[in-house]
């Protein structure tokens, strides 16, 4: 059972406007999320994070908002930028399970010019 | 760049073979962690360390066995390999927790026919 769902497998948004990837989880004791970026045969690389005791994280370009009432994060980024496209997941963490990270299955994202 | 090292980068073995991939870094973290990616799974958990001889089974470890010697060195095994598990592996440190930023390597990708 999928308890971090990315439903949006794919995303095209053109430069310079606003990339939104959202993320829904289950697990009403997850408290930690981050968003990961992965380009092709590379690793995936940390981007942001957010508690739970937060409902917005800012970080230049990217924002992550968390509804706890929803049990939905979703990631802003603005302006995009052609070097964005990439698969973006997100993860999350609960209480009491400090050493295991959940992640979604991704969200590719295309930037065009 | 974490200083995260897999090998091999790619390999191609047959059902029923052993198989042993390996994690190296030189960060000297606490945390290092094997994870599968798969298309419409994401990044899947097998097994994780919290230190030296102390390891964890993840998400997906039935198949898999690991091994951590030394800080260094997280090995991930497959002892007799089937085509379920063709993946993509990567290996990811951090410096406490998950909750820390996990880095990750460049993959190993696994073939079994």
């Known amino acids: 059972d999928q308890q971090v769902k990315q439903n949006s497998p794919s995303l095209s948004v053109q430069e310079g406007r606003i990339s939104i990837l959202n993320c829904d989880y289950t697990?009403?004791?997850?408290?930690?999320f981050l968003w990961y970026k992965k380009y092709p045969a590379e690793g995936p690389t940390f981007l942001i994070s957010i508690s739970s005791i937060k409902d917005k994280n800012e970080d230049g370009r990217f924002t992550v908002f968390l509804n706890k009432s929803a049990k939905h994060l979703s990631l802003h980024i603005v302006p995009s930028q052609p070097g964005d496209s990439a698969v973006y997941f997100c993860?999350?963490?609960?209480?009491?399970?400090?050493?295991?990270?959940?992640f979604g299955t991704g969200t590719r994202l295309q930037v065009f010019p | 760049d974490a200083g995260i090292t897999q090998s091999p980068r790619h390999k191609v073995t047959e059902t029923g073979t052993p198989v042993t991939l390996r994690c190296h870094q030189t960060e000297n973290h606490r945390y290092m962690y094997w994870y599968r990616q798969d298309p419409g799974h994401g990044l899947r958990l097998i097994h994780y360390?919290?230190?030296?001889?102390?390891?964890d089974k993840g998400e997906v470890s039935d198949g898999y066995s690991v091994s951590r010697s030394k800080t260094e060195d997280f090995l991930l095994t497959l002892e007799s390999a089937t085509s379920s598990q063709t993946s993509v592996y990567f290996c990811?440190?951090?410096?406490?927790?998950?909750?820390?930023?996990?880095?990750f390597g460049p993959g190993t990708r696994l073939t079994v026919l």
């Open positions: 360390s919290y230190g030296v001889k102390d390891t």
């Open positions: 993860a999350a963490k609960g209480l009491g399970n400090t050493d295991k990270l959940i």
């Open positions: 697990n009403s004791m997850f408290d930690y």
């Open positions: 990811a440190i951090s410096e406490r927790d998950s909750t820390d930023t996990q880095y």
